[in-house]
């Protein structure tokens, strides 16, 4: 066995067997330090092979004291807390996992979407205050042969495409500039523009990523245009839509019901105005969660390191050396 030192920078969890199942074969343990101990981090880096990490920033002064290590592997999708650029120049793989919530995620939407549909959350509210009148909530339309308009569609809004494929929508319009209409076809959805979208969705579901492009890309022009008592399920970024536009689409009926995993300012302030509105189904930026995902993110975290000792490239590389 040879005799690599690994790194486990990390508050988030209670254990790594995880991570030492897929690493036995090349190290008996891995070394686990708390995000709070820098002083402890500066040094422990010093002679790692490989280290995995979590929210702690990887800084250029953190990558200078790196003698050693060949990988930055991070749990979870993003990596803005690793100086990438300083990684590459240094000669480091830097690792990411992004694909270990897809089943997640597209549940979560899924279960959104049917919350707003079928009214559950508003109708368990109000039988919790012991009522029970069968005209409240009306009216709800069924889901067949209605239209669902996908915005963005990679990993999660595919998955999301399968799983509501059963429901027996009329048409499923996808928005996504980047991927071609075969792609859009194969799963028997059409490729339109972004107005069109609007226009012709009664559900529409966000699965983009935050960028310049997609900032507030659901704003007052989209919520004018939108057509009249949409549904619109969001579990990509909060900051996606601009939530004084969609506070009003809602109060003013233009919308009939927003579920929402993820927020502008996260936690949700307490004041928020979205905790006042009836027409919104909100959960706590979770979609990723189930124990499964977890599992597979700390076994694919941990196999970047491996793939790399083993044969000198991570599954998930974000950056080339
Ligand atoms: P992905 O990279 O696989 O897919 C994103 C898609 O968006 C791509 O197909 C891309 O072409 C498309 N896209 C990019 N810019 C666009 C634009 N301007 N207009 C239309 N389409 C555009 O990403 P994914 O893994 O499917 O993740 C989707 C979203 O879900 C991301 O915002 C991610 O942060 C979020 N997410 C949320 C949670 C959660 O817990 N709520 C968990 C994981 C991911």
């Given at each position: 066995m040879a005799n690599f030192k690994i790194l486990i920078i990390d508050d988030?969890?209670?254990?790594y067997s995880e991570e030492k199942k897929v690493l036995k074969e090349i190290v008996p343990e891995i070394k686990t330090i708390k995000n709070t101990e820098t002083e402890r981090i500066i040094r422990e880096v010093e002679d790692a092979d490989a280290v995995i990490v979590n929210l702690f920033p990887i800084s250029n002064k953190i990558i200078e004291k790196?003698?050693?290590?060949r990988v930055i592997s991070r749990y979870?999708?993003?990596?803005?807390?690793?100086?990438v650029s300083s990684a590459t120049e240094a000669g480091i793989w830097v690792a990411n996992v992004p694909d270990y919530s897809v089943e997640d995620v597209s549940d979560h939407a899924l279960a959104l979407l049917m919350s707003c549909v079928r009214k559950i959350p508003f109708k368990d509210r109000s039988i919790r205050e012991g009522k029970w009148n069968?005209?409240?909530?009306?009216p709800v339309h069924r889901i067949k042969n209605r239209t669902m308009g996908i915005v963005g569609y990679g990993r999660i809004a595919k998955a999301f495409h399968r799983k509501i494929s059963?429901?027996?929508?009329?048409r499923v319009l996808v928005y996504d500039p980047y991927v071609s209409m075969e792609e859009v076809n194969k799963m028997g959805g059409e490729k339109v523009d972004f107005n069109t979208l609007l226009k012709n969705s009664d559900y529409i579901s966000i699965h983009v990523p935050l960028n310049d492009k997609t900032?507030?890309?659901?704003?007052w022009n989209e919520f004018t245009v939108i057509r009249d008592r949409s549904t619109i399920i969001n579990?990509?970024?909060?900051?996606?839509?601009?939530e004084e536009a969609l506070i009003d689409a809602l109060k003013t009926g233009k919308l009939e019901c927003a579920g929402l995993?993820?927020?502008?300012?996260?936690?949700?302030?307490?004041?928020?105005?979205f905790k006042e509105i009836d027409n919104v189904v909100l959960t706590d930026?979770?979609?990723?969660?189930?124990e499964e995902s977890i599992k597979e993110l700390k076994e694919k975290a941990a196999k970047n390191v491996l793939s790399v000792l083993k044969y000198g490239r991570p599954i998930y590389p974000v950056n080339e050396v």
């Open positions: 988030r969890f209670k254990d790196m003698k050693k290590c979870g999708v993003g990596y803005d807390n690793i100086d069968l005209h409240d909530f009306q059963g429901l027996g929508f009329a900032r507030k890309m659901f704003s579990t990509s970024r909060g900051n996606i839509i601009d995993d993820v927020f502008g300012e996260e936690p949700l302030p307490e004041n928020h105005p930026h979770t979609a990723y969660y189930s």
